[in-house]
């Protein structure tokens, strides 16, 4: 291991940029949500969130775009989503000042095949990486020859970091610098022990680069304290995307300042116990509720070190999971978990703020999913996609800025075992039983009448469309 420079210093000894581009809409009160998940109480307690509407006549400039990502955090596990166990009020307050989706879904049910499609915007199945899920070991990765959101961003005149967990393969052959990135600080695991830093395998796993990089604090702090200061970083001269990619609160169930529980862990790993970091024996649901909350107001952090910027008003900010939750999470009304393909399994909160762009206390139910993003923001960014690498998704951008109908089109997902297609109001699920499921979505958030023998025609039609993406994507391999 390596020695590195000592850590980032806090957020308020940075200097401001000196770009002041005016303020963001005021904060608000948490929203109401959609639907059975919070009920007629919630929608009396928040009544000023309103259905999205455009605001076609603004203009800005290029925007900065901060996409921050928690990692396995569910459907409902934000009070603005229905959680009364857990509250959230800086990422309740993000939504109060933009834009919340109810039907936002991941790329796949998974870390990595969801980091995936939102670096290519492509199915994760067109790629061989995507098709580990997760990736669990250092085979495969996302080949730095890939066009992805940050290296078309770059050709477009961005810069770009990613601060956070990468998951999109290891060291010596795959790395965030190597696909278009500028800078990256952050794990390239899929899940670490918070103080130590210890991967899966029992690697270190806390890098500057491609150089390890010694830091033992509780690495959401790390992370936090990294992003600040990115966004306060004085010599912003071109518009930037940061990825902040938490690994809160993803396994193993250690808050800030569980020291103890740490040093268990730890002792765990390095006695040769490979699924210590799973910690299947740990965690609450009060313990889970603490990361949230944490992770919450670590993001509250950031986004206070944007608006001391003065970046606030042109940068635009989605936040969103990898996938559903897991073993504590609060997926109600939703069936299914992480690494399903059910609605609890691929379903994300997701909220975006543009304040120069759009207006605040606004809901949306159009459904949308990881590649229609890496689409929306080259589209804003005026950059280009790969004309040898199609996009799989959808850009937003006219939508959202301009009002403009969504044209009518299938989100598709594959996993070992299961598929899934959405369009419009209905989803076609086939699970590890084999058998084909019908369920109209917005009268069955929970995915419990299924309609196949009522609509068969529809079914064989869904099927058949699911079937021909298929057909274009890489096979899986034969399962050991």
Known sequence: MTSSPPPSPSPDRLRLSRRSLGAAAAAAAAVTVAGPAAGDAAAAEHPRERPFRAAPGRRSPRPNILFVLGDDLGWADLSSYGARHIRTPHLDRL?????RFTHAYAGSSTCSPTRFSLYTGRYPGRTKGGLAEPIADRS??????HPTLASLLRAAGYRTALIGKWHCGHLPDYSPVRSGWEEFFGNFGGALEYYSKLGLGGEYDLYEGDAPYKDLRYYTRVLTERAAEYVLRPDHDRPWLLNLNFTTPHWPWIADGDTEASAEIVRRIRSG??????HQDGGSVEKYAEMVEDLDRSIGTVL???????QERDTLVVFASDNGGERFSYNWPLSGTKGSLQEGGIRVPTIVRWPARIDPHQVTHEPVFSPDWTATLLDV?????????PLDGTS??????YGHDLPERSLFWRVRGERALRRGDWKYYRGKDGRDRLFHLPSDQREQADRATAEPALLADLRARWERIDAGLLPYAPAR
């Open 396 to 401: 937003l951008a006219g939508h959202l800025l």
């Open 381 to 389: 960014a005026g950059a280009r996609p790969h004309p040898a690498y």
């Open 95 to 99: 939504a109060a000042q933009g834009l």
């Open 304 to 310: 206070d070190a944007l608006r001391r910027s003065g």
């Open 140 to 145: 495969e990765g996302l080949e730095p020859t």
């Open 273 to 278: 116990d490979p699924r210590a970091l799973w």
